[in-house]
T-cell receptor, first 114, second 117 residues
Framework: AQKITQTQPGMFVQEKEAVTLDCTYDTSDPSYGLFWYKQPSSGEMIFLIY??????QNATEGRYSLNFQKARKSANLVISASQLGDSAMYFCAMKRGGADGLTFGKGTHLIIQP | KAGVTQTPRYLIKTRGQQVTLSCSPISGHRSVSWYQQTPGQGLQFLFE???????NKGNFPGRFSGRQFSNSRSEMNVSTLELGDSALYLCASSSRPTSGGAYNEQFFGPGTRLTVL
């Protein structure tokens, strides 16, 4: 069975600092995708970034980058220069190559302080 | 392009009742997936519909069912509601089915918050 582990239930970070949100995963499938979503208090899940298991380079999307270490089965999200609007729940998710929905971690509640 | 819409946004029901939630995907998207989010269990995959056919189903009892119409709009039904069904139900749309590979960007709606009393 596949599993996503996010070990940081909550984090407090000063505005403008960089943030690293941890995510480890477990799967025996060679083909899989890793996703990060942001969920503000409104409830909507916002897609941030994607990393494929065969991608050679770490994914980047603006201020978001994914530190993908395949051998360690980790896919940490790095947010550079954090902003107050980054305060939200952050979920790491995985999808296998076959017929499945997304498997989510428990999430990290990030609070950016001024 | 309009995003994913879900109706109603909030719902209060009592135990034993049934409920129907609706989801309209992004125009042109034919895949609709449903997820349940609770504080205890987190986000869990319920099922996916693509071109009016259920493609995948998560580990939920038969009380949870759904369907998809020819315009890709989807409904989810929960019969004989239990207190534990109180949750945020999220719908996600995608341009291709989740079986289409490891890359499957799903666009989520705002959710329907169901409270069972």
């Amino acid at each position: 069975a596949q599993k996503i582990t996010q070990t940081q239930p909550g984090m407090f970070v000063q505005e403008k600092e960089a943030v690293t949100l941890d995510c480890t995963y477990d799967t025996s499938d060679p083909s899989y995708g890793l996703f990060w979503y942001k969920q503000p208090s409104s409830g909507e899940m916002i897609f941030l970034i994607y990393q494929g298991s065969y991608d050679q380079q770490n994914a980047t999307e603006g201020r978001y980058s994914l530190n993908f270490q395949k051998a360690r089965k980790s896919a940490n999200l790095v947010i550079s220069a954090s902003q107050l609007g980054d305060s939200a729940m952050y979920f790491c998710a995985m999808k296998r190559g076959g017929a499945d929905g997304l498997t989510f971690g428990k999430g990290t509640h990030l609070i950016i302080q001024p | 392009k309009a995003g994913v819409t879900q109706t109603p946004r909030y719902l209060i029901k009592t135990r034993g009742q049934q409920v129907t939630l609706s989801c309209s995907p992004i125009s042109g998207h034919r895949s609709v997936s449903w997820y349940q989010q609770t504080p205890g269990q987190g986000l869990q995959f319920l099922f996916e519909y693509f071109s009016e056919t259920q493609r995948n189903k998560g580990n939920f009892p038969g009380r949870f069912s759904g369907r998809q119409f020819s315009n890709s709009r989807s409904e989810m039904n929960v019969s004989t509601l239990e207190l534990g069904d109180s949750a945020l139900y999220l719908c996600a749309s995608s341009s291709r089915p989740t079986s289409g590979g490891a890359y499957n960007e799903q666009f989520f709606g705002p959710g329907t918050r169901l409270t069972v009393l």
